[in-house]
């Protein structure tokens, strides 16, 4: 199940939220564990075995782990165990498929048949972390009318082929940054905001991403709770910067890999994590100090160009299509678009000069400046209105389909 | 509560309060089977088993379920269609809002499928030895051009209406409408503003200029009385989801002259028969989109007599444009036999033989021409 579906917001969530408030406080959250097992027994009603697997794993094993602390030696193995038992089910389950067919690719005689299993919802999260009302709809917001639109803009130019020349094919990429940000971001105030309706507070996900000066901050901005898990459970652990320089470019290269790996399944992903891992490393012995430097400017743009390229590395899964949209970008179709796609760019600079001021601090800022309690009332109530209303009007149409004797 | 507080907790009562209501309606209201602006039968309650639950068909189809009876669902929908334009997306459904309330579908691509439907009416004319006339309707969007919204994909219709009559051969007669249609469109409304068909005034202007290659004398407008009937709301409309548009009306033309009983029209589907008085089918002035009035809609095959006229025998082969065309151009001809390749499966040379046909009329719009792949079926 999906947040941005009827189904959740007008059947489960105000299900939900009527189910946890009758019940008395002490078994609220087995309210909750409920409801969140339907949550994901929705779309793959078999895999939700699997999570309560790994559920009743980690919950023996913390156990034991904790009555145990006096004898090290079996506490430790226990650890092990657990450990080995979760990353045996994550790497069944997102990366067997992966490894099959590299090792074919690699090695043909082999011959592995590749399995297809397919992933069950929210694993990669689910294993790193068993992890208000305005912030909901502010997400919301984000992924229905931002998001999507910026997908369908995105689809319609590489559609559109050729034509787009380089002019479409960056404007195109542009609106994938935009799709990815808001789709991503979207989808984690979603989430926080969720956690809080009913008490959970979870660490903000992302701080203004695209208006980072220089790499490492993007990446001190974009997915922090990966980026802080990564750095206390992959790079400190491997000495971090502790054991010398040669070392360190090492711990980068394998916290890197292994963050394009984490994405997803394919090698396109290893390409774009190890491409920021270079970067961090030429950041990290002269460029930062340059970028200090340098005018405001010059540090955005460069961001921002390297930001948006590294995209393309991370959604074309196949290399040949990487090869040509990247030719295309550089001129190799000419500069100016043509055809259809033209008109199609055009409607939608609205959206995407809304998009990019959506990105950046302003309408916060300027918010928090606003010292009339009335004003802010104001725009709080109309804004969740025009929220709700744009959004359901979002998710009708998209299930509005004329089936008209158009042709005829 | 104080109100200051109670002003504070505004918007979280604003959200539950609508989803809350959202699902309770969606509860209560009753269920509609069908979409008539939408032309289709919605998504039915599934079937609660243990194995559609746990292969998860249960959980998907009542997503489907859901989308498809929201309460207030035109509404929303029609929102989403005027925020869209609001925000610069005219043409997002597929339909442009020009001026004067005018909807235009997207112009038509070009296709191989064209190019190769010019060669099989070149080689369908060769194999028969009665004359074969062409004609090509084209698009709203190009007819009615200043009424265009600023940003529009180009209209290409006369490029790829010659490029098409270029593959035809000698054999066929290609008879140019299209300048006719852009002449008159400027003084007179060719067609609808929410459909993407011609009126019967498109028609008759296509029909007079017809007669001048074809060899006959079309009755003269004085001698018609037209009939207006308002609410009419085409496809387009629909498409579009832009509800303020306002209707069309559409025009039945009645020669004044016709003796009673003399119209006959014939349709058979399959083996089913069914017979009507006259050109028009009054039950579909009922329903949203009125345009089968004219000979009732689309069917495989449909005989239409006029024993007022004294001989001529017709085929015509076409799309749904035709119906408009067809009562004018019964006027002169006796007998007109219309086929819809998409429904009428055996060839057309057979019925110009068994009649005896005087000739043949292939028309189309180019839109359907561009897509058609049942051309091929003609011989």
């Given at each position: 199940m999906v947040f941005s579906s009827f189904i959740f917001l007008f059947m489960f969530l105000p299900i939900t939220l009527f189910l946890y408030y009758i019940t008395p406080r002490r078994f609220r959250n087995l309210t909750l564990f409920v409801v969140d097992l339907v949550f994901y027994s929705?779309?793959?009603?078999?895999?939700v075995l699997l999570m309560l697997t790994s559920v009743l794993i980690n919950y023996v094993s913390a156990i034991l782990i904790g009555i145990n602390r006096e004898k090290k030696a079996l506490a430790r193995t226990v650890f092990v165990i657990s450990i080995i038992l979760n990353l045996g089910l994550l790497g069944f389950f997102k990366y067997v498929g992966f490894i099959g067919e590299t090792l074919n690719f690699v090695l043909?005689?082999?011959d592995l048949p590749v399995l297809e299993v397919s992933l069950p919802i929210g694993i990669s999260f689910y294993t790193f972390q068993t992890m208000s009302y305005t912030l909901f709809l502010i997400g919301l917001s984000k992924k229905v009318l931002i998001a999507n639109e910026m997908g369908a803009l995105w689809d319609a130019v590489r559609e559109s082929g050729s034509q787009s020349g380089a002019l479409g094919a960056w404007v195109g990429i542009t609106a994938y940054t935009f799709q990815i940000y808001f789709d991503f971001s979207g989808y984690s105030d979603m989430a926080i905001g969720l956690g809080r309706m009913f008490g959970f507070e979870f660490m903000k996900?992302?701080?203004?991403?695209?208006?980072?000066?220089s790499i490492t901050e993007f990446w001190r901005r974009w997915h922090i709770s990966l980026g802080t898990w990564f750095r206390e459970y992959v790079y400190i652990p491997l000495g971090g910067n502790r054991k010398g320089l040669g070392r360190q470019i090492i711990n980068i290269g394998v916290v890197w890999f292994l963050t394009g790996l984490w994405h997803g399944a394919s090698w396109n992903f290893v390409l774009w994590g190890v491409y920021f891992g270079i970067i961090l490393v030429i950041e990290k012995s002269f460029m930062l100090k340059l970028l200090k430097k340098a005018p405001a400017v010059v540090s955005h743009l460069y961001s921002l160009i390297l930001i948006v390229f590294g995209w393309v590395l991370f959604y074309f899964e196949n290399m040949s299509d990487m090869g040509v949209f990247i030719a295309r970008l550089f001129g190799a179709d000419g500069f100016m678009m043509h055809g259809s796609i033209v008109s199609c760019i055009t409607g939608y600079i609205p959206l995407l000069i809304a998009a990019a001021l959506v990105s950046t601090p302003l309408f916060s800022f300027i918010y928090h400046k606003i010292k009339s309690r009335a004003v802010t009332a104001v725009i709080d109530n109309a804004g969740s209105i025009a929220a709700l209303l744009l959004c359901t009007a979002s998710l009708a149409s998209s299930a509005y389909n004329p089936f008209l004797y158009f042709k005829f | 509560m104080r109100p200051a507080k109670l002003l504070k907790y505004l918007p979280a009562f604003i959200f539950c309060g609508f989803i809350f209501v959202f699902m309770i309606l969606w509860f209560a209201l009753p269920k509609e089977s069908y979409s008539s602006q939408e032309k289709r039968m919605l998504a039915e309650f599934p079937e609660l088993n243990a194995g559609t639950l746990f292969s998860g068909d249960f959980q998907k189809s009542l997503d489907e379920y859901m989308s498809d009876h929201i309460p207030a669902r035109n509404f929303f929908v029609g929102l989403n269609a005027d925020f869209e334009l609001a925000s610069g997306?005219?043409?997002?459904?597929?339909i442009y809002l020009g001026s004067d309330g005018y909807l235009f579908p997207k112009p038509a691509v070009r296709t191989d499928q064209l190019i190769n439907n010019a060669q099989y009416i070149k080689e369908f004319a060769e194999s028969i030895d009665v004359p074969v006339y062409m004609t090509v309707i084209p698009s709203s969007g190009y007819a009615n051009s200043s009424k265009l919204p600023l940003i529009h994909e180009d209209y290409t219709d006369a490029e790829l209406i010659s490029d098409f009559a270029k593959?035809?051969?000698?054999r066929v007669t290609f008879i140019d409408t299209a300048d006719v249609l852009i002449r008159e469109s400027a003084l007179k409304q060719l067609y609808y503003r929410t459909d993407h068909h011609w009126t019967s005034r498109g028609a008759y202007e296509c029909y007079k200029a017809l007669g001048k290659k074809m060899g006959f004398e079309p009755v003269p407008e004085s001698e018609f009385s037209v009939e207006t009937v308002t609410g009419f709301y085409g496809t387009s409309y629909s498409k579009s989801a832009l509800w303020f548009v306002s209707p069309d009306k559409i025009e039945l033309w009645h020669n004044t002259r016709q003796s009673k009983d003399a119209v006959t029209v014939e349709i058979k589907d399959g083996s089913d028969i069914k017979t009507n008085n006259?050109?028009?089918?009054?039950?579909?002035?009922?329903?949203?989109?009125?345009?089968?009035v004219f000979v009732d809609g689309n069917h495989s095959l449909v005989r239409i007599t006029n024993t007022d006229v004294e001989d001529g025998t017709l085929v015509v082969v076409k799309d749904s444009y035709a119906h408009t065309i067809v009562p004018f151009l019964s006027q002169n001809y006796r007998n007109i036999i219309m086929a819809d390749l998409r429904y009428y499966k055996k060839d057309i040379s057979d019925i110009v033989r068994s009649e005896n046909a005087d000739g043949v009329l292939l028309l189309y719009s180019l839109d359907n021409l561009s897509n058609d792949p049942y051309l091929s079926n003609l011989f």
């Open positions: 929705w779309g793959e009603p078999m895999l043909p005689f082999l996900n992302f701080d203004y991403p695209y208006i980072s000066k | 997306r005219n043409g997002s459904n597929g593959g035809l051969g000698s006259g050109y028009f089918f009054r039950e579909r002035l009922e329903e949203d989109d009125k345009y089968p």
